[in-house]
């Protein structure tokens, strides 16, 4: 997990807030996307981004909006929390061209929307 | 949404004992991988197969890309309870946009009582 930092580790919103999860990495990664986690469900993929200014939906986009300004950040904005969002949410990172085994996940920010 | 069908979706260990998991797929993948995640962390690489075929170690842990190209399986040999944990497969296709993954549901390996 070295490298890809994810903030706040653990956050508790009321329905209808807005909160904005960051994703900082150092290692000059082109592409960063998010993922969610839930029980029995593995991760599906929310967005994607493979570089800065270009951001692209996953399988699971909707409540969710991302931006790409720099190649270091890729933030995941909840706009109106809803209690579905409950989940733990992994943010990952790797090289343009790179292979399966390049692939960083950070560390997880598990949210709780009551 | 493509997802990945992972069994078992738990198991208990004995200290000592071979466990085994696999993941089959609907469609084909051009790369399998195998992750585990203990509690509170993200998933982290344990093997990586790129060819229809291989078959590839990491200590005790050994990994299948199954020739269909559609299933690979994870066997862990003499278990020790620090193997607690989840285990995930994934799958990517070549050339992934954004080397975007799919996973399975997981299999939790717990330690017997």
């Known amino acids: 997990n070295a490298g890809v930092t994810q903030t706040p580790k653990f956050q508790v919103l009321k329905t209808g807030q807005s909160m904005t999860l960051q994703c900082a990495q150092d290692?000059?990664?082109?592409?960063m996307s998010w993922y969610r986690q839930d029980p029995g469900m593995g991760l599906r993929l929310i967005h994607y981004?493979?570089?800065?200014?270009?951001?692209d939906q996953g399988e699971v986009p909707n409540g969710y909006n991302v931006s790409r300004s720099t190649t270091e950040d890729f933030p995941l904005r909840l706009l109106s929390a809803a209690p579905s969002q409950t989940s733990v949410y992994f943010c990952?990172?790797?090289?343009?061209?790179?292979?399966?085994?390049?692939?960083?996940f950070g560390e997880g920010s598990w949210l709780t929307v009551v | 949404g493509q997802q990945l069908n992972q069994s078992p979706q738990s198991m208990f260990i004995q200290e000592g004992e071979d466990v085994s998991m696999n993941c089959t797929s609907s469609?084909?993948?051009?790369?399998w991988l195998w992750y585990k995640q203990d509690p509170g962390e993200g998933p982290v690489l344990l093997i990586a197969?790129?060819?229809?075929?291989e078959l590839t170690s990491n200590g005790r842990l050994t990994a299948q890309f199954g020739i269909t190209r559609k299933d690979s399986f994870l066997n862990i040999s003499a278990s020790i309870p620090s193997d607690v944990g989840i285990y995930f497969c994934?799958?990517?296709?070549?050339?992934?946009?954004?080397?975007?993954?799919?996973f399975g549901g997981g299999t939790r390996v717990l330690v017997k009582p």
């Open positions: 994934a799958g990517q296709l070549f050339k992934a946009a954004g080397n975007k993954l799919t």
């Open positions: 197969l790129y060819k229809a075929g």
């Open positions: 469609s084909i993948f051009n790369t």
């Open positions: 990952a990172t790797s090289p343009r061209g790179g292979s399966g085994n390049t692939i960083y």
């Open positions: 290692m000059n990664h082109e592409y």
């Open positions: 981004s493979v570089g800065a200014g270009i951001t």
